[in-house]
């Protein structure tokens, strides 16, 4: 019974441990906060065409990004890598931090932040990360938290990505953004301990995983209420045949 319930409890403790992810592509401005990640994805079989065509090898030796941003009142500080479409491949940019610049495209012209970082790959590595003609930056916040965007273009247009080999670049295509949360195990609900409802208070939207896990959790006290009545009235039950369990 006890080994049971336990997987029972192990099923919905998992979602709850995992990251939250919400697609901020359609968006202007995204808070990046301490942890989370933003996850630009990009589509690069434009490379492999136009370098067939040319004869060149059709995987880039070299890439380079820059993300643009609105001034931002501090530096930021970002551990950026460039990673497969699947996430198994990946090779990082390093520890890149936010500077001034200045930026001009379609008419708009102003004052920006900007991120940059530039590898150079060997062949057999360029194949992992690009054989499946797209590829992942991430960007995960090591600073404080930063409001990340510049309008009035969406996010997904603020990640300038170009993809070179000999004497052809080219610039990957944008594609969508995600913004990675990660579920702190201290969220968890304490189920030992009351349990409070306050209003007037600023609540975040609630995530899946923990809607999840709470209603998994009452239907599991519903379940061992329910059996222990039962055999209340169907048998005698023996102090020391209590089963306890214990969420740590």
Not at 51 to 65: I, Q, T
Not at 238 to 247: A, D, F, G, M, Q
């Amino acid at each position: 019974m006890r080994l049971r319930w336990g997987l029972y409890l192990a099923i919905l403790v998992a979602p709850a441990l995992a990251a939250s992810t919400i697609d901020v592509s359609a968006q202007t401005s995204a808070v990046v906060r301490t942890g989370d990640t933003l996850v630009f994805h990009v589509f690069t079989w434009n490379f492999g065409v136009n370098a067939a065509a040319v004869g060149l090898p059709v995987y880039p030796a070299d890439v380079s990004f820059a993300l643009v941003s609105a001034p931002l009142s501090v530096a930021g500080g970002f551990a950026a890598t460039l990673e497969s479409t699947d996430r198994a491949v990946s090779v990082a940019f390093g520890n890149l931090t936010f500077s001034p610049g200045k930026f001009q495209k379609g008419g708009h012209a102003g004052e920006v932040s900007t991120l940059e970082g530039y590898l150079h790959l060997s062949s057999s590595l360029s194949e992992a990360l690009f054989g499946a003609r797209s590829a992942v930056i991430a960007l995960r916040n090591q600073g404080p938290d930063v409001t990340l965007g510049f309008a009035p273009y969406l996010l997904r247009q603020d990640l300038y990505t170009s993809l070179s080999g000999g004497p052809l670049s080219v610039g990957a295509v944008p594609g969508w953004v995600d913004l990675e949360s990660p579920v702190k195990p201290a969220s968890l609900i304490n189920l030992r301990a009351p349990v409070s409802f306050a209003t007037g208070l600023d609540v975040p939207e609630p995530r899946s995983g923990g809607l999840l896990f709470g209603g998994g959790v009452l239907l599991c006290g519903l379940s061992m209420v329910l059996g222990r009545f039962s055999r209340a009235r169907g048998e005698k039950v023996l102090p020391r045949e209590k089963s306890i369990i214990c969420i740590r």
